[in-house]
DNA sequence: ATGGCTTGAGTGTCAAGA
């Protein structure tokens, strides 16, 4: 990837790439990006679809496991400096995969769900985006052009959330997790959707339960955060609603951005 | 109504997601 050249950038939470990757190869052919990460591909090594995502044209770099978690990079050319979960940080759970692609690093986070604030798994969410933050700010004097995309289970702000008042203060909105989101902003990262016009009640993920998706009862947890010199030259940044509307949808939507 | 679907594990019905 030489410098002044269009690069498109997506993240997608698939929820298992066994049952997804029909979509994931239909998304391909339709949007040509350069690199899609994904999450919760839900397995080992020996069951991800490397020779069917080779036969599409893409190269892939997996760090996962059985049952949950596991993240992936899917790119058009060879990545380099493949690295995997976050330096220094003990986590039996495969959330993270960064690779370089020319001048830009790539990191790909399949973030804590945090399951209800004051659990154990929410202490753990935060001490994993305090991790996280400290391992990018060393990254970021490495590689000035760096990009974090996944899902985040943070809904920044009460734009991103369909019901604010029910939501507030509850897990994905709380006070502390979105000071771990502006914590990351703090790097110099900015959030790609919110640099551009979007409609209101843009979200990225929807409950399957109670038609969440026809009602959009949803949230925006799903972010493609972009350091300065990226973000200068950030030309779109969108939520493709499509994938969702498909037979035996991810629960989450694609987010996509093109820069250059 | 702390449920409502969906997945993976693995045969009973959980845990976990968000």
Known sequence: ?????????ATWNVNSLKVRLPHVLDWLSAHQPDALCLQETKTEDAGFPFAELLAAGYCAVHNGQKTYNGVAWLTRGEP???SRDIPGFADEQKRVIAVTLGDTRLVCGYMPNGQAVGSDKYEYKLRWFAALTDWLREEMTRYPKLALLGD???????????DPVAWKDQILCSEAERAAFSGLLALGLSDAFRQFDQ????YSWW???EMGFRRNKGLRIDHILLSAPLAD?????????APRKLERPSDHAPVLAEIQ
């Open 152 to 162: 985040f289970n943070i809904a920044p702000d009460d734009r991103d959330v369909h």
């Open 199 to 202: 409609v209101e009640k843009s």
């Open 80 to 82: 380099a400096e493949v």
């Open 1 to 9: 990837m030489g410098d002044n050249q269009r690069m498109k950038i």
């Open 207 to 209: 409950d399957y339960r």
């Open 233 to 241: 030259v950030c030309r779109a940044c969108v939520i493709d609603k």
